[in-house]
């Protein structure tokens, strides 16, 4: 555990230390003068403001860079925002409306609030899309593995084939008018493990933005988002971790601007049992860990939400099917694979360049 959270730890500071260089330059390159301007006119302030915690498995870490003074009370308003979802949402904790859904698999409809009605609707439509590779009632497999946990094992070969037949996200029932959701078969389960922390990072995106935040980095593990540019003359550049499960390092590097870049790779969470890694994303056919070669996929999009299921579902795929699926969609995706090299669709004036 102490080990996991160290993993997770350095993993956020890779990446910070590549943003916090980009934000170097930027006090470097503004001057006092322009500080007081906008300082005067907006109240606005340009000192870097930053809060970290742990929420949705993960160290959050916000840094403002141009934002109204935040307040103790602003932080809190903006971290409750996480806890809230995470109470609500996470299939781990058994006062949750997903909790809820599951305990009543097969039995009766459950009414959930607004938002969690959405993300699974969502989660079901991002299902359909990628025809189940990446589906919300995975849960009845990652139940069995609980990687990441203490538990977490090699599940029997009669326990898995078992699980494979309750995952189906078209056994989802959704009630538009009465917000009810039902599982239709006993043992069925969702998990939002591979969506519900790209939704967060949208509500905060929304929160900070509506308390008048113009420049800020939203660092959730895999989910970056970033608020407006680094400063008037470039955008953000944001690095994503070459998949080494032991050495942490950057593997490519790009601009990004009000917009969100979710990552997902076989590197986050795995656990090793007889010589062989097993990790967190899950192949719904098979019922293993998926294998064949794509490491990673990042995409960048408007919504963190959206961005986050599809990363998911590119790494189960497997190569054709992502790049076809890449293609299809127009996403601005990039993927890596086992020996290293990689795809990416980033436009030109993101200026993706690998990191040696
Ligand atoms: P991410 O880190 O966003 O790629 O999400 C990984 C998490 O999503 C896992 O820890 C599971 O909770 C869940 N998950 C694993 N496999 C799948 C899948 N095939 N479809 C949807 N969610 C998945
Ligand atoms: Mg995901």
């Known amino acids: 555990m102490i080990n996991k959270l160290f993993k997770s730890l350095f993993f956020v500071f890779i990446i910070s230390v590549l943003l916090t260089s980009c934000v170097d330059k930027k006090e470097v390159t503004s001057t006092s003068e ?21 929420a949705l498995n993960t160290i959050i870490k916000i840094q403002l860079h141009e934002a109204p003074e935040f307040s103790d009370q602003d932080w809190e308003q903006t971290f409750a925002i996480l806890s809230d979802i995470e109470a609500r949402m996470s299939a781990h904790i058994d006062t949750s409306e997903v909790s809820e859904i599951n305990k009543n698999a097969g039995i009766q409809a459950v009414k959930v609030s607004d938002d969690v009605f959405n993300i699974i609707k969502r989660a079901k439509e991002v299902a359909e899309e990628t025809d189940g590779a990446f589906d919300p009632t995975i849960g009845a497999l990652t139940k069995l593995w609980q990687i990441g946990t203490e538990d977490e094992h090699v599940p029997s070969q009669k326990e898995l084939d078992q699980a494979i037949k309750k995952v189906d996200y078209n056994k989802i029932i959704l009630d538009e008018k009465t917000y009810e959701v039902f599982l239709e078969e006993d043992g069925m389960s969702i998990d939002l493990g591979g969506i519900a922390k ?30 407006g540019a680094k ?69 960048i999009l408007k919504s963190s939400m959206q961005a986050d299921a599809y990363a998911t579902a590119l790494i189960v795929m497997g190569k054709e099917k992502a790049i076809d699926f890449i293609q299809k969609k127009g996403l601005e995706a990039a993927l890596i694979y086992s020996d290293m090299s990689s795809f990416h669709t980033f436009e030109d004036e993101r200026d993706f360049r690998l990191e040696k």
């Open 34 to 54: 322009e500080k007081n301007k906008s300082q005067q006119s907006e109240e606005i302030i340009s000192e870097i403001q930053q809060r970290e915690t742990f």
């Open 198 to 227: 790209g939704y967060s990072a949208d509500e905060v995106f929304a929160f900070l933005k509506s308390k008048g935040v113009t420049r800020a980095i939203l660092d959730f593990g895999g989910n970056i988002v970033v608020i």
């Open 231 to 299: 400063d008037e003359a470039s955008d953000w550049r944001v690095g994503v971790r070459k998949p080494d499960r032991m050495q942490f390092s950057v593997f490519a590097s790009f601009y990004a601007n009000d917009e969100a870049v979710v990552s997902s790779g076989d590197y986050e969470r795995f656990f090793e049992e007889d010589g062989v890694i097993y990790h967190h994303i899950i192949n719904p056919f098979t019922g293993y860990p998926t294998d064949n070669g794509i490491r990673g996929a990042s995409v």
